[in-house]
Each structure stands twice: as structure tokens, then as C-alpha cells.
T-cell receptor, first 113, second 112 residues
Framework: DTEVTQTPKHLVMGMTNKKSLKCEQHMGHRAMYWYKQKAKKPPELMFVYSYEKLSINESVPSRFSPECPNSSLLNLHLHALQPEDSALYLC????????????FGPGTRLTVL | RKEVEQDPGPFNVPEGATVAFNCTYSNSASQSFFWYRQDCRKEPKLLMSVYSSGNEDGRFTAQLNRASQYISLLIRDSKLSDSATYLCVVNQDGGATNKLIFGTGTLLAVQP
């Protein structure tokens, strides 16, 4: 199984809502990542979890709050987002944070109204 | 200078053509290099890793020139299904962390 799954596929939320994005992998990978991708731009790294601990936060605003409940799951909690946060949010995983081949999930397309 | 630079294209080529993409990177400490492909509104998918000795996978050949900080991807006998954006990806920190930097991508359109 080389699959990273993400739910939901699409999400529309208002600026006062609280929502969560979910990511799951069953490849035994110990590093997981959140990326943000705007239209016609490359993915930009947001967070890295290594062995369930946050190892990198790329100065992401606190309205994005990541969580890693266990080695297979990664969540991204969203609160008080802005319309400019609308984007494709991609989860990825790799064997460890020293193994460089990252495998991406299909993403959640987020629209903030 | 951008950390990873690619020609955005588009490259419009007929089926069966050979097409080459180039990419340059700025961090000489970078140790790992990849090509990903991304279809419209889909996630990036790993196409191949790039090694110093060069590597080939079917119709795809990747080359790395560390001295010039240059990576290439050659696609032979292009198929319609090769139409996608090709992302050049470089590990930023020389192996210290797994921070990948993506180029802006090169759009390939293979025409029938």
C-alpha cells in the first residue's frame, strides 16, 4: 500500500468556522508533511512531523494548527481563516525525515468565503 | 536568484517527439534531487530520483551535473499521457532536514 489518503476532498468554510483536514498513511512512514499550493504555483512547505513530533514550522500563521495523533495520522485544524488561505492543501509522507522521497495525498481543495 | 529555476514552458510537442527539460538550483549543499509530475488539479507524483551517475526509467532519463548545479529530464517517444507539469525538486538543507524546494514547473503538452 503506497497510498496517502486525505479527507475531505473539498471544503468550503466561512471565516468564523473551525474545520479540520485529515491525512492518513499506512506505509509505516515516520515523517509527515503539510504543504499549501496556490493555483499555478509549486507546493510550499508548512509543517513537518518526525516521529509524531513537530520538527519544522515554516512560520505558518497560528490560525493553522497541526496535530499528529499517531504515526499514521496527521490533522490540520483551521480556525478564523482568510479568503487568501484558499488553496490546495497537500499531505505527504516519507520513510523518515532523512529519507527524501515524499509521497503525496490527493489534497483537500479549500475555499474560504 | 530563485532556489530552483525551471523554464515554465509550455512545451508543445507532437506525439513521438523527444523533449528535454532543464532545471538549475542555487544551494551547492543540496544532496537529493527529484522530478515529480503533476496533472491538472491533482497531487504531485514522484517520477524519478536523480543520481550523479544519471538514471533511466523506460522513456525517461534524468541527469545531474553538480559542478553546474543543473538537472535535466529527457522524455523520449512522447505520449499524450505525458502531458502534465514537471516539477524539479531539490532538498534544501544538504540532508540535514527533508525540506524540499519545488521549482515552478514546466508545462508539457503532447499533441496528437
Amino acid at each position: 500500500d503506497t497510498e496517502v489518503t486525505q479527507t475531505p476532498k473539498h471544503l468550503v468554510m466561512g471565516m468564523t468556522n473551525k474545520k479540520s483536514l485529515k491525512c492518513e498513511q499506512h506505509m509505516g512512514h515516520r515523517a509527515m508533511y503539510w504543504y499549501k499550493q496556490k493555483a499555478k504555483k509549486p507546493p510550499e512547505l508548512m509543517f513537518v512531523y518526525s516521529y509524531e513530533k513537530l520538527s519544522i514550522n515554516e512560520s505558518v500563521p497560528s490560525r493553522f494548527s497541526p496535530e499528529c495523533p499517531n504515526s499514521s495520522l496527521l490533522n490540520l485544524h483551521l480556525h478564523a481563516l482568510q479568503p487568501e488561505d484558499s488553496a490546495l492543501y497537500l499531505c505527504a509522507s516519507s520513510q523518515t525525515d532523512r529519507e527524501y522521497e515524499q509521497f503525496f495525498g490527493p489534497g483537500t481543495r479549500l475555499t474560504v468565503l | 536568484r530563485k532556489e530552483v529555476e525551471q523554464d515554465p514552458g509550455p512545451f508543445n510537442v507532437p506525439e513521438g517527439a523527444t523533449v528535454a527539460f532543464n532545471c538549475t538550483y542555487s544551494n551547492s549543499a543540496s544532496q537529493s534531487f527529484f522530478w515529480y509530475r503533476q496533472d491538472c488539479r491533482k497531487e504531485p507524483k514522484l517520477l524519478m530520483s536523480v543520481y550523479s551517475s544519471g538514471n533511466e526509467d523506460g522513456r525517461f532519463t534524468a541527469q545531474l551535473n553538480r559542478a553546474s548545479q543543473y538537472i535535466s529530464l529527457l522524455i523520449r517517444d512522447s505520449k499524450l499521457s505525458d502531458s502534465a507539469t514537471y516539477l524539479c525538486v531539490v532538498n534544501q538543507d544538504g540532508g540535514a532536514t527533508n525540506k524540499l524546494i519545488f521549482g515552478t514547473g514546466t508545462l508539457l503538452a503532447v499533441q496528437p
